[in-house]
């Protein structure tokens, strides 16, 4: 941590007035690009904090925690997904008398990292859970690098001393999910998931594991996380697959629609979201906990806040077969 400054010292050094920092800090549209990045630097560089945040951490909103939610794809139904991760958080943090503060990514989309940085100052919490986090996500990585939180990560395996992540084992899950439809044939078709996805690395590598011990003709290709893309290329498949292995429920979702009645290629998801349940079909999943995720990462986040370093967190899942309600 810097040693502790003031708003006059930041103006100094930024050459501004002691307004313009305050405008800046509370993201005044008023305020120009050029004077933004100025004064964001020095408070970068200085490590500073406004003083409405400096009292709030050391008083009752002491124990405020920011939950940052990464809505990345508005056209699918998912909300399940976050609602459970958030309810999970809720209830945790009742118990253990900590108050939440919900940010979704539309909040910040059009800031800049600086800017960024300044928007959780304003939230008066001391650490952040992270829920979606991708690779290309620069604003996240920056608070990583310089915004002095105690940080939770769901599903990137990232540790260090101020950063914890929770997260089920998605290589095994991927392996034991996909095990369960391979015995039947050995030419798979495999659909992973957004190229920047920290899962989508981690259910590769656990098919491909499976691949080689079964010895197994593998395709991998690009679904996206994606139920209409998943649709098109299964519509589209020039070739005969023993069976199809989506690493989402919704791939698999839009594998079956695109498939003949009565086909017999097998086909798993993963994440067991209820909506799987309404198909007509029976299929295998890897189930999730995802309102346990919510709940562990609160608790991950307390005992970084008690001075623990940070540790990974893994969940136990399910494979299930899901059935027709």
Same mark, same amino acid.
């Given at each position: ?11 100094a ?7 313009t ?7 005044y ?10 004064? /964001?630097?020095?408070?970068?560089e ?6 409405? #945040? ?5 008083s009752?909103?002491?124990? *405020? %925690? ?11 139904? %998912? ?7 958030? @309810? ?8 253990q008398?900590?108050?939440l ?6 909040? %910040? ?12 100052h304003s939230?008066?919490?001391?650490s952040?859970? #992270?829920? !979606?986090?991708? *690779? ?6 920056? @608070?990583?690098?310089? !915004? ?13 001393d101020?950063?914890?992540? #929770? /997260?089920i ?16 044939g050995?030419? #798979? ?9 920290y ?5 590769l590598? !656990?098919?491909k594991? @499976? ?14 996380f994606?139920?209409d893309?998943?649709?098109e ?17 919704? /791939? =698999?979702?839009g594998?079956? *629609? =695109? ?10 998801g ?13 299929f ?7 309102y346990?995720?919510?709940g562990? =990462?609160?608790?991950?986040a ?9 540790e990974r ?5 399910? %494979?299930?077969k899901? *059935?027709?309600?």
């Amino acid at each position: 941590m810097h040693e502790r400054i003031g708003i006059k010292e930041v103006a100094a050094k930024a050459g501004v007035s002691v307004s313009t920092v305050s405008k800046v800090l509370k993201n005044y549209t008023s305020i120009s690009s050029e004077t933004r990045e100025k004064v /964001m630097k020095v408070v970068e560089e200085t490590g500073y904090i406004p003083n409405t #945040v400096a009292s709030a951490l050391s008083s009752k909103q002491k124990n *405020r %925690i920011a939950v940052f939610i990464n809505v990345n794809d508005k056209f699918q139904q %998912i909300d399940e997904i976050n609602m459970l991760y958030i @309810l999970g958080a809720f209830d945790e943090a009742r118990r253990q008398n900590l108050e939440l503060v919900t940010v979704f990514n539309d909040s %910040i989309d059009k800031l800049s990292d600086e800017e960024t940085l300044g928007y959780f100052h304003s939230l008066f919490a001391d650490s952040i859970i #992270v829920f !979606g986090l991708n *690779r290309n996500d620069t604003k996240m990585h920056y @608070l990583f690098d310089h !915004g002095n939180y105690k940080m939770v990560i769901v599903d990137a395996d990232i540790v260090t001393d101020n950063i914890s992540c #929770v /997260m089920i084992d998605h290589c095994q899950g991927q392996h034991d999910v996909a095990a369960g439809i391979c015995d039947f044939g050995d030419t #798979v078709l495999y659909m992973k998931g957004k190229d920047d996805g920290y899962v989508t690395d981690m259910r590769l590598a !656990g098919m491909k594991r @499976l691949a080689m011990e079964k010895k197994l003709k593998l395709d991998v290709v690009n679904g996206d996380f994606s139920e209409d893309r998943a649709y098109e290329i299964v519509r589209n498949l020039t070739r005969k697959y023993d069976a199809i292995v989506c690493a989402s429920d919704l /791939m =698999a979702i839009g594998a079956r *629609r =695109a498939l003949p009645e009565g086909s017999d290629i097998r086909i798993s998801g993963f994440d067991g979201i209820r909506l799987l349940g309404y198909i007509g079909e029976e299929f295998v999943t890897c189930r999730q906990d995802f309102y346990r995720i919510g709940g562990a =990462a609160v608790k991950a986040a307390q005992r970084l806040r008690e001075g623990e370093k940070g540790e990974r967190t893994i969940i136990p899942y399910d %494979i299930k077969k899901i *059935r027709n309600h």
